[in-house]
């Protein structure tokens, strides 16, 4: 874009500047407040006496004799074996995030190509699953998976999300398909190709960008599923969210709140880097696959 | 009151005995597999467990927040994916219902010798568990704020109704008083404790009908409604986690919580010495002129699966005696109130000890009392708020849970 | 491309979908026409640690296993379960409408039925969160546009944090913060002047609470892919726009805005659904008293001790239902767009 389309009369800038700094305090304040209220004792962060307890410290200072304390995090990494959740929640979601891209590229292009109606209903059957709860699907495998000695494993859980996700990834990546020209892959076609070497030597190539970002969405879901992968998998196997949910106790029996605000707090870090790292790529993903509704 | 009078006789016993028992851990070969909740006792149980481990026997623990959600499934498997789960008075009931875990007779005989006999829980003359934990929820006050407002310690909720008018008028505080109120599962909860202290019951006798849209029912909902107006106007919102919070912030005179939070609340973490020196606990009160405390009793205990192989249940059994011995329960004294043997009551215990010696009932076991439970939950907030009478609010309770029994099975 | 091709490109996908979704699907909607077994009660004998033994009810196992084992799905109810009153209410929803003194009476009745109630919270809701995610998605990246390079990388990171938080320790903690101590729940005494003001307490606080959480844990998604279309607008059309004199306004409303639409369809698609299955804020605020929705109600069947599968079932049902009318416009209007696209 020229300078001239994107030059704005002051007001507009400044009204635009506003709103702007006005979101991201919105949407940074929680996170700070919680990665500042992580090196506290629970009687600070969570205290029902007075919110500058988690400024100042009071209770940190008379349980720990320091105004910061590591106690949270120590206590969900080593005494509770955080990182054992964290391999295995990498473990899953980098298997989902290749097995539903895989999948998804696949049919996404499939259904970007076919003229017949049946690739509109089945885009419409797919709407239809998503819209199906999870938890109730999830209740349905247990019995099977029971007796099929299917239940606890790690690839479970995979395939399972990656199924899950099916729908939408199918939805983004067919958009996405859509907007790369049919001549591309029609005239690899006719110089002898056949569609799946057209695929793979002509399509494969400009789709990252679209792919990344749909990648992006996959990771998400399985990096903060719940449903899924506490109800489907051992505690052996445990993904990082069941196991921030176990230290918040229950009813009768009282948490580790902290570890939680820890494990939460760690859990973000991968998520910074990982959106650092393919910032350019999320945006111009989308900006190439744009999903047409 | 039966278990706490042994068990300082038996842990004496044991203790001379425990020495073998531990050395005679050996059980041979077979595989235990465990499931429950995920909270410290239970991990010392499994950690007992544990140790046994070798010569062929494997102990594999599945501890999870989600675990009655997996119970039914997971023991309907053929082969069971558990061996033993961990169930406490309200979540045997599926197993039973669905014909589930085995009983326990024999094992008992052959290697329970050491278990008092009342942690057994026996189902028409059959061992079907053993419990080996118990709690319940009790009254906690502040002797200081009461004393500052010149009452007595309250032995009924008509005289917490009382001291909470005396506190509010003295100008020390303008909500003193907490419940676990929130909607839902705890707000039921209260409901059962108190209409039970009033002498209430839940269904027609010998069926599944509901009988709670009556006096009775009316008088518990008017006692709630009464306490809930010395609440936080938040209390709809109350669990365990938020009048603990409250009570360590030091901002209530009297609450009735679980006695498993007395440990937390009674360690000086996330509180003031000053409030943890005049907490006190006492048995829950009486109400409406009753004459056993308005709260109910739950244990936690075992149960053995059906779908496994002798060998594998007699091994799992073994494992949970081993698990379960004095010196282990000894060691891991303050995690909860056992009722196995080896255990010394604390400090933290006594709100529960207090409770059960005063003659509460236990939470009844009745197969539909989950669903009256999610109902009440569901439909009694909207009389606390004002916004319909307490007629209607059970009328409304007894209607849904109607419908989820005809579901289930229970009613035609 | 010929129907092979298609389908060889497009089976990893079915056999997953089909595996593990449309085959629950099929028993799902089974089961919700299903109820269990009657339950064969007898009066035993019940032995706790606390007051010795007494008569209790209980199931008796042998008895009712073999009224199972003849029926292994049920007693056939039909529709039942879905009028009952934990559902549709039909029966209660006709008396409410016989016996009611005009229609506010009508509508009080009504909102007295869980399911009706759920109802009225998830559409407000749904119509609430949606155009609200679209405009403030729509106006920040707008903004963020137009800041200067520099800040655009950290600018977009920290925007999408409401979304990537997971909602299990989100809502806890934004929880702890709205309460009449925390840090904005004793900000807002401070700003009405009202020392009494608890946003937990009356529904219609309550409401507003939900709902303020849902356009900023949603705002996020609104943003990022307006954003990413904002880079595609084609600049010889504003370029030959700012020649023929148009106003920034019209540049955004004829330009700008035209470009957008399909990406406002696809975000409105996406959060129509997500918005009508409302949950996680529900159980995270502890809101059950004030609003609760058909998910809510699933979750609540699913998780109790005695699992309500049927009723679940029922209730999943009748979400994908809800959801199927929620969209039908915007896919009348991309079948539209598929045939125009085929002719």
């Not at chain 1, 391999?87 to 190509?113: C, D, E, K, P, Q």
């Not at chain 3, 085959?23 to 019940?46: M, N, R, W």
Request: hydrophobic share 50%; proline share 5%.
């Amino acid at each position: 874009m020229s300078a001239a389309v994107t030059r704005r009369p002051p007001a507009v800038a400044l009204i635009a500047t506003v709103l702007v700094v006005l979101w991201v305090v919105l949407a940074a304040f929680p996170f700070v407040w919680t990665v500042w209220g992580s090196f506290k004792v629970q009687g600070d962060f969570f205290s029902k006496a007075d919110w500058t307890y988690a400024l100042t410290g009071v209770r940190t200072m008379a349980e720990t004799g320091s105004p910061f304390t590591g106690a949270g995090y120590e206590g969900a990494w080593v005494e509770r074996e955080f990182w054992r959740a964290a391999v295995n929640t990498m473990i899953v979601v980098v298997f989902t995030v290749i097995i539903s891209l895989t999948f998804g590229t696949l049919g996404g292009y499939a259904l970007a190509r076919s003229g017949y109606r049946y690739a509109f209903w089945l885009l419409m059957i797919a709407l239809v699953f998503r819209a199906m709860p999870h938890i109730t699907l999830v209740s349905g495998y247990l019995l099977p998976f029971f007796e099929w000695n299917l239940w606890g494993h790690l690839p479970t859980a995979i395939i399972v999300l990656v199924a899950i996700n099916q729908p939408f990834t199918l939805w983004m990546l067919h958009s996405f398909f859509l907007n790369i020209p049919k001549d591309l892959d029609e005239s690899a076609m006719v110089d002898g190709c056949t569609r799946f070497q057209a695929f793979r030597h002509v399509i494969v190539p400009v789709m990252w960008p679209g792919v990344i970002t749909t990648g992006l969405f996959s990771f998400l879901l399985a990096y903060n599923d719940f449903a899924v992968t506490a109800t489907l998998l051992s505690q052996q196997n445990q993904t990082m969210v069941p196991k921030i949910a176990s230290f918040l106790g229950s009813t009768q029996v009282e948490g580790n709140v902290m570890f939680a605000v820890a494990a939460v707090v760690s859990a973000t870090v991968p998520l910074f880097i990982l959106i650092l790292f393919f910032q350019r790529q999320i945006v111009s993903g989308l900006t190439a696959g744009a999903v047409k509704g | 009151m039966q278990f706490w009078k042994t068990t300082a006789a038996a842990s004496a016993l044991a203790l001379l005995s425990g020495t073998t028992a531990m050395a005679a851990c050996g059980i041979g070969a077979g595989n235990v597999t465990i499931l429950g909740n995920d909270f410290p006792a239970l991990q010392a149980v499994v950690a007992g467990a544990k140790a046994c481990e070798g010569d062929g026997l494997t102990v594999e623990a599945n501890l999870t927040t989600e675990h009655d959600k997996l119970q039914v499934a997971a023991l309907t498997a053929d082969p069971a994916q558990y061996s033993v789960k961990f169930v406490a008075t309200s979540s045997i009931v599926p197993l039973l219902q669905n014909d589930l875990i085995r009983p326990l007779d024999e094992l008992v005989a052959q290697y329970g010798q050491g278990l008092n006999p009342s942690q057994l829980i026996k189902i028409d003359g059959k061992v079907m568990a053993v419990a080996f934990m118990s709690n319940a929820q009790h009254l906690y006050y502040r002797s200081d704020i009461l004393a500052q407002a010149g009452v007595e310690a309250p032995a009924t909720y008509e005289d917490v109704l009382a001291a909470a008018q005396a506190i509010k008028d003295a100008g020390i505080m303008e909500h003193p008083v907490a419940l676990n109120t929130m909607t839902g599962w705890n707000l039921a909860e209260e409901f059962v404790n108190m209409h039970l202290g009033m002498g209430g019951s839940f269904f027609e006798p010998g069926t599944a009908q509901p009988a709670i849209n009556n006096e009775t029912g009316v008088k518990t909902l008017e006692m709630l409604k009464a306490l809930v107006g010395y609440s936080n106007p938040d209390y709809l919102t109350f669990d365990s986690n938020a009048t603990q919070a409250l009570w360590e912030a030091g901002e209530l005179a009297m609450a009735t919580m679980w006695g498993s939070r007395a440990g937390g609340i009674l360690d000086g973490e996330g509180s003031t010495d000053a409030v943890v020196s005049a907490t006190m606990l006492a048995g829950a009160p009486t109400v409406g002129g009753g004459a056993t405390p308005a709260t109910t009793l739950w244990w936690d205990g075992f149960v053995i699966a059906k779908n496994v192989s002798d060998e594998d249940a007699a091994a799992s059994f073994q494992a949970m005696m081993a698990a379960l011995s004095p010196e282990n329960i000894a060691a891991n004294n303050d995690a909860a109130v056992w009722l196995a043997p080896g255990y010394t009551p604390g400090p933290a215990a006594a709100g529960v000890i207090a409770s059960a010696r005063g003659g509460a009932q236990p939470y009844p076991m009745a197969p539909s009392m989950g669903l009256m439970h999610t109902a009440l939950g569901n439909n009694i907030s909207e009389y606390l708020q004002g916004s319909e009478s307490a007629e209607q609010a059970l009328a409304d309770a007894e209607a849904a849970y109607v419908a989820a029994a005809k579901e289930a099975g229970f009613l035609n | 491309m010929p129907h092979r091709t298609f389908f060889w490109f497009i089976l990893p996908s079915l056999v997953a979908m089909a595996l593990f979704i449309a085959f629950p699907l099929v028993s799902v909607v089974a089961q919700s026409l299903f109820v269990e077994h009657e339950q064969v009660l007898i009066e035993s004998e019940v032995c706790d640690p606390f007051t010795g033994c007494r008569k209790e009810l209980t199931v008796d196992a042998v008895a009712t296993a073999q009224l199972r084992e003849a029926q292994p799905l049920g007693r056939f109810n039909g529709l039942g379960t879905y009028t009952d009153l934990n559902h549709l209410a039909f029966a209660e929803v006709a008396e409410a409408w016989r016996t009611s003194e005009g229609l506010v009476d009508f509508g009080g009745q009504l909102m007295n039925l869980p399911f009706y109630k759920a109802l009225a919270f998830t559409l407000t809701y749904t119509f609430v969160v949606t155009p609200l995610v679209i405009v403030l998605g729509l106006a920040i990246a707008l903004g963020v546009n137009g800041l200067p390079k520099l800040f655009k990388g950290p600018t977009i990171f920290v925007s999408l944090l409401p979304m990537i938080v997971t909602p299990l320790i989100g809502s806890l903690i934004l929880f702890w913060m709205i309460d009449a101590r925390g840090i904005i729940g004793s900000s807002l005494q401070e700003l009405t002047g009202d020392p009494n003001l608890s946003l937990k307490a009356s529904p219609a606080l309550t409401w507003l609470t939900l709902i303020v959480y849902g356009v900023w844990h949603s705002a996020p998604f609104g943003f990022i892919v307006f954003y990413a279309g904002l880079q595609t607008v084609p600049s010889e059309t504003l370029e030959a726009a700012i020649v023929d004199g148009a106003s920034r306004w019209e540049r955004i409303r004829y330009v700008v805005i035209p470009h957008m639409a399909p990406l406002v369809v696809f975000v409105t698609l996406i959060q129509l659904m997500d918005n009508f299955r409302v949950f996680e804020p529900i159980v995270g605020f502890s809101a059950a008293a004030n609003a609760t929705s058909l998910s809510y109600f699933i979750y609540a069947d699913l998780t109790d001790i005695n699992a309500r599968f049927g009723s679940a079932a029922a209730t999943s049902v009748l979400t994908v239902i809800g959801v199927a009318i929620l969209l039908a416009p915007v896919l009348v209007r991309t079948w539209r767009d598929f045939n125009r696209k085929r002719a």
